[in-house]
């Protein structure tokens, strides 16, 4: 839980990586109830479990939570795409919906002010067909050839490859580009309190912003 709080809480920490995390914790602690049932022939969700109020945090986080754009990230993270969706739970013409809505959200636009290809776009970028097929757009390679020193690759960096006038690249970038918490804002006033103090009062506010700017970098 204290490795899951400290990934959760930085930074640059996206939705689709809070959404896996959710998950890997949901699904670690459902187990431990059914493989260590405190009852005989308990069930899954076993109310005298030590774990049980955990897991009821979870679904409780996760149902105030807008899922909509988490599940939207985890989708466009293009190192997953699909992989990790159960097609029967949210088929295809969910996440299409989903997408189409959060554009329209997201741009600020009328439903009639859609853009006409999206549909299209989602479509092959789930079956990895046109501007998204393998030859065109290689994820493994890029994958390799844009990680980062510790060895992670920022799924933003693929898709900025793409053309930036496509609606669906412009969804990619802004969905993924959310950090889901306040730790960096904390950080951030933090950082300006100890810029601009008592005993230095005379900042202007842009040299201020820079200044600060620099301490997050």
């Not at 999206?118 to 501007?131: F, H, K, P, S, V």
């Not at 412009?170 to 804002?185: D, G």
């Amino acid at each position: 839980l204290a490795i899951a709080v400290n990934v959760s809480q930085c930074s640059n920490t996206r939705c689709d990586q809070v959404l896996l995390l959710l998950s890997k914790l949901y699904r670690t602690y459902i187990n431990l109830c059914i493989t260590d049932h405190s009852l005989p022939l308990a069930e899954d969700k076993d109310e005298s479990h030590p774990v049980t109020s955990i897991i009821n945090s979870i679904e409780k986080r996760w149902e105030h939570a807008d899922q909509d754009l988490f599940i939207m990230a985890l989708f466009l993270n293009p190192l997953i795409n699909a992989n990790l969706i159960n097609g029967c739970v949210l088929p295809p013409g969910f996440l299409m919906r989903i997408a189409r809505w959060l554009y329209l959200c997201v741009f600020k636009l009328n439903i009639s002010d859609a853009p006409v290809g999206l549909i299209g776009q989602i479509y092959e970028y789930q079956c990895r067909t046109g501007i998204f097929a393998p030859a065109a757009w290689p994820i493994q390679e890029l994958k390799d050839s844009l990680k980062d020193e510790d060895g992670t690759c920022d799924s933003l960096r693929i898709w900025g490859l793409l053309d930036s006038e496509n609606p669906l690249v412009q969804l990619a970038q802004l969905v993924l580009s959310f950090v889901p918490n306040s730790a960096s804002v904390k950080h951030l006033f933090s950082s300006m309190g100890n810029t601009k103090s008592k005993r230095q009062t005379c900042l202007g506010v842009q040299k201020n912003r820079d200044m600060s700017f620099l301490k997050m970098e």
